[in-house]
């Protein structure tokens, strides 16, 4: 069993900058699968980014060339870098993760599933 705690969330400027990082209680490298995903108030979660145990990566084309997903073994932990954000950045922010099915999910920025969520963290940007 995983237990997912996101963290770095918070208020930040249009055109700003923050990065959310993740903590896995497990072993992050035996993770088929890790994601971003987010959700506003009235819309189901969508995802964001990414990345498998193979390094691949996948982005929502909404956050493309503005967002980096990456992950630290070592440190059990998944990192969202967000620049150039956007009023409609806005949304809390899950981490994800698959121990199920390797690679990376058909739509941009999933995994194939979810076996477990963090609690989510809240994102606002102003403009």
């Known amino acids: 069993q995983a237990q997912l705690a996101e963290s770095g969330g918070g208020s930040a400027q249009a055109g700003g900058s923050l990065r959310l990082s993740c903590k896995a209680s497990?072993?992050?490298?035996?993770?088929?699968?890790m994601a971003w995903f987010r959700q506003v108030p009235g819309k189901g979660r969508e995802g964001v980014a990414s990345i498998d145990t193979d390094g691949d990566i996948s982005y929502a084309p909404s956050v493309n060339g503005r967002f980096t997903i990456s992950k630290d073994n070592r440190k059990n932990t998944l990192y969202l870098e967000m620049n150039n954000l956007k009023a409609e950045d806005s949304a809390v922010y899950y981490c994800?993760?698959?121990?199920?099915?390797?690679?990376?999910?058909?739509?941009?920025?999933?995994?194939?599933?979810?076996?477990?969520w963090g609690q989510g963290t809240q994102v606002t940007v102003s403009s």
């Open positions: 994800a993760a698959d121990l199920t099915v390797s690679g990376l999910g058909t739509s941009p920025g999933t995994c194939p599933r979810v076996d477990y």
């Open positions: 497990g072993p992050t490298y035996t993770y088929y699968c």
